[in-house]
């Protein structure tokens, strides 16, 4: 009688003892499931993104998604906040996570080059390094683009000369803000020497062919200003205020 009473506790013992383990893997099941299906809000594609696309323009081909966890691709982004200044490293396609890594800096993209947005086109000009930052413009900067005349010349070239520059003999106006410099194919430096020792500081060593990207119609623009006159770049950064300044004259420079 004892035995059987010893072994009857002992197996309901075993039994709450099983319960409990169930139980205990039961409720760790349902936190592993939870944490799976944890909401996760992430940016994704809704319509073609083409390489080298800036990342403060696809903000209106983005949507965002809230997805489980565990659907979401390791390296994904919720915003663009930290993103300024990078480019598209691939083509993006409808569907897909934007992913942290498709976003890099222009000139990681291919050496020397950039592509080209969707809609553009590329002209290739050749300047000569004073034009040009004294030859430190490369691919992937952002350039203001200006353009100087000769109002002489022009007139022989068959412009029309505004009423308000007729008394003026030369001009210079600023053409566009925001031009995408696409490649520059530029001969390399030679290293300075002096007494004998060479010098880590290397100066531009004549003209640049400096592609840019434009529309057609402010490609003809540019085309005309280096047929007729003198094209310019100055570098634009993040912060730099971009206005529209009147064309400049000698009468302007002395007001």
């Known amino acids: 009688m004892k035995t059987r009473l010893l072994g009857g506790i002992a197996a309901l013992l075993l039994a709450v003892t099983g319960i409990v383990l169930l139980v205990t893997y039961v409720q760790g099941a349902?936190?592993?499931?939870?944490?799976?299906?944890?909401?996760?809000?992430?940016?994704?594609?809704?319509?073609?993104?083409?390489?080298?696309?800036?990342?403060?323009?696809?903000q209106s081909k983005l949507k965002t998604e809230t997805l489980p966890q565990s659907a979401v691709a390791p390296g994904t982004i919720n915003t663009l906040t930290d993103q300024k200044g990078k480019v598209t490293s691939a083509d993006l396609q409808p569907g897909e996570q934007l992913l942290g890594v498709k976003l890099v800096s222009p000139k990681e993209l291919v050496p020397g080059t950039v592509p080209v947005p969707e809609g553009l086109q590329e002209a290739t000009f050749v300047l000569a390094p004073e034009r040009m930052l004294g030859g430190r413009v490369e691919a992937g900067d952002t350039v203001t683009v200006f353009a100087s005349f000769k109002l002489d010349e022009a007139i022989q070239?068959?412009?029309?000369?505004?009423?308000?520059?007729?008394?003026?003999?030369?001009?210079?106006?600023?053409?566009?803000?925001?031009?995408?410099?696409?490649?520059?194919?530029?001969?390399a430096p030679e290293a300075e020497k002096s007494a004998g020792t060479e010098k880590a500081v290397a100066l531009p060593?004549?003209?640049?062919?400096?592609?840019?990207?434009?529309?057609?119609?402010?490609?003809?623009?540019?085309?005309?200003?280096?047929?007729?006159?003198?094209?310019?770049?100055s570098k634009q950064t993040e912060k730099t205020v971009k206005t529209d300044p009147p064309t400049t004259t000698f009468g302007g420079l002395v007001q």
């Open 205 to 233: 060593n004549g003209s640049a062919y400096v592609t840019v990207a434009l529309s057609d119609a402010n490609a003809a623009k540019m085309v005309f200003g280096a047929e007729f006159g003198n094209l310019w770049l």
């Open 157 to 187: 070239a068959g412009a029309n000369v505004p009423a308000g520059l007729s008394g003026w003999k030369d001009f210079t106006e600023l053409l566009y803000h925001d031009v995408l410099v696409t490649a520059v194919q530029q001969a």
């Open 30 to 58: 349902d936190k592993r499931a939870q944490q799976g299906l944890d909401p996760v809000s992430v940016l994704v594609v809704k319509e073609r993104i083409p390489a080298g696309t800036k990342a403060e323009d696809i």
